[in-house]
């Protein structure tokens, strides 16, 4: 599937683009009219399970916006489903997974049997969306990473100080890895679906790897990103890792193999750039609730993001962490218009 003129995969391998593309962390979602009016039919997991609900929700936000790519619409948790774990999404409480991963037993009823079959959904939602885009705009898969799915498994749900996971991790470190493991065996073969289905480009949300301190970050998220980008490196499809925890974790992973790196928004984009140098290509990285600010707020925000570049490619705009549910759609408009505008060579 040749792609000649994508601006979002150019950018990726650092070849001359026109101008900086841009697409958004969860673009597609509840901040749009049209997302919630279809929600209010459907709940969230038959909308990740019906291929044609999928593939209409991703094509919601370009409808509306130029951005310069898709991502499918999914969720990082259908993998810990697909291991046999229920999962539920509770109206104003989030993802829910249950009975949660306290111990060896609990990970040993896990299970990565038909793991491609289970969550076949996913190459439904991807074949559609490859017709309907007709190769007028890359489609991004994604998956979460090993340490960020965890979190989620062994907290349960949504925590704020990660006490379970944490305390596994100094307890018994060797079944956490046991579990990281069998999760970055899962996440390997579930990208290679996805690119077998048609996507062509992948991102790993590392959101959590920040909560490790930098001296244990290889031991528990590193070194499972490393194999994965590793065993899809003969898939010919850039490999983007977004983590959010700064510089440091940056510098921990330049030598991955990643084409990409994403930038979370406490990072200065300049200093993220002298870091990585030319062994990646940057993504990021505006403040989320900038897009609560006036039209000049975002301009000149948008301005200060492209100026660490100096007009070079190896830049793909994006938010710092995606998008949130209340921001005004006109004050994304005005943000793709000002990165286009503003980065024209
Ligand atoms: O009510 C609803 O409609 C559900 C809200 C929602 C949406 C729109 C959830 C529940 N997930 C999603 C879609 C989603 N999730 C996408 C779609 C593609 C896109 O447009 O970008 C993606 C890429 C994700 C990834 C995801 N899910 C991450 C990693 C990225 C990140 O933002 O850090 C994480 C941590 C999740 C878990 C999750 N799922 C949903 C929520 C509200 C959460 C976060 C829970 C928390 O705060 O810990």
């Excluded at 999914?74 to 539920?88: H, Q, R, W």
């Excluded at 040993?108 to 969306?129: C, F, P, W």
Aim: glycine residues 6%.
């Amino acid at each position: 599937m040749s792609f000649n003129n994508s601006t979002y995969l150019n950018a990726i391998y650092r070849k001359p683009v026109p101008y900086t593309p841009i697409w958004i962390m969860r673009q597609a979602g509840r901040y749009l009219p049209e997302y919630r009016e279809l929600r209010a039919k459907h709940d969230f997991l038959t909308v990740c399970k019906t291929p044609e609900l999928a593939a209409e929700v991703t094509l919601q936000p370009l409808r509306r916006f130029d951005f310069d790519a898709a991502i499918l619409f999914s969720d990082i948790l259908v993998i810990p489903e697909a291991m046999g774990m229920k999962l539920e999404f509770l109206e104003n409480h989030g993802p829910k997974l249950s009975p949660r991963i306290e111990d060896e037993h609990s990970i040993k009823q896990l299970t990565s049997d038909h793991l491609e079959e289970r969550l076949e959904y996913v190459a439904g939602a991807i074949k559609v969306l490859v017709q309907e885009l007709n190769r007028q705009k890359p489609l991004i898969g994604f998956s979460g990473s090993p340490f960020t799915l965890a979190t989620y498994m062994i907290e349960g749900k949504p925590t704020r100080n990660f006490k379970f996971i944490k305390s596994l991790m100094y307890r018994e470190p060797e079944v956490l890895q046991s579990l990281l493991q069998a999760l970055a065996d899962a996440v390997t073969r579930y990208l290679k679906m996805q690119i077998e289905a048609g996507v062509q480009a992948v991102q790993i949300f590392d959101t959590w790897g920040g909560i490790i301190p930098i001296h244990h970050y290889e031991t528990f998220s590193g070194q499972y990103l490393r194999q994965i980008v590793q065993n899809l490196s003969s898939h010919q499809v850039p490999v983007t890792l977004f983590s959010k925890g700064g510089l440091n974790i940056l510098i921990q992973l330049v030598d991955s193999g990643a084409d990409m790196l994403g930038v979370d928004w406490m990072t200065d984009m300049y200093e993220a750039r002298m870091a990585v140098s030319d062994r990646a290509a940057l993504q990021g990285n505006l403040d989320p609730t900038v897009l609560y600010g006036s039209k000049e707020i975002i301009s000149r925000e948008v301005k200060r993001i492209l100026e660490a570049f100096d007009g070079e490619s190896g830049h793909v705009f994006n938010l710092g962490h995606g998008i949130l549910p209340d921001i005004p759609v006109d004050n994304v408009k005005h943000l793709v218009h000002e990165v286009r505008e503003k980065s024209r060579r």
